[in-house]
């Protein structure tokens, strides 16, 4: 069974950073693909950022520039870096894995098998 846990969340003042990371070791992100995504509440879970096995990344326009989403294959965890927070960026951020084809990757929640418990990102004016 395959199980994710995301860290690093936090309360930060709006322009700080935070990097997100997942423990996937009971994944294989060789394998998978990995993505994350934001809930706030009384919203929808929304993609983030997600990358392939190929290291193809892919990013919801709202965070373009100012996310980075990586992955060390030798620990088997994922990251994601954001730089220039917003207010809205407010949410419960999850990581997430499916098995994947090369070239594979998508922002769609509804393709992603694995989740993790989430971690909370809280940004302040």
């Known amino acids: 069974q395959v199980h994710l846990a995301e860290s690093g969340g936090g309360s930060v003042q709006a322009g700080g950073s935070l990097r997100l990371s997942c423990d996937a070791s009971?994944?294989?992100?060789?394998?998978?693909?990995m993505g994350w995504f934001r809930q706030a509440p009384g919203m929808e879970r929304q993609g983030v950022a997600s990358?392939?096995?190929?290291?193809?990344?892919n990013y919801a326009d709202s965070v373009k520039g100012r996310v980075t989403i990586s992955k060390d294959n030798a620990k088997n965890t994922l990251y994601l870096q954001m730089i220039n927070l917003k207010p809205e960026d407010t949410a419960m951020y999850y990581c997430?894995?499916?098995?994947?084809?090369?070239?594979?990757?998508?922002?769609?929640?509804?393709?992603?098998?694995?989740w993790g418990q989430g971690t909370q990102v809280t940004v302040s004016l």
């Open positions: 997430a894995a499916v098995w994947c084809l090369y070239g594979d990757t998508s922002l769609d929640a509804n393709w992603f098998g694995y």
């Open positions: 009971t994944a294989s992100i060789y394998t998978d693909c």
């Open positions: 990358i392939g096995r190929d290291g193809t990344t």
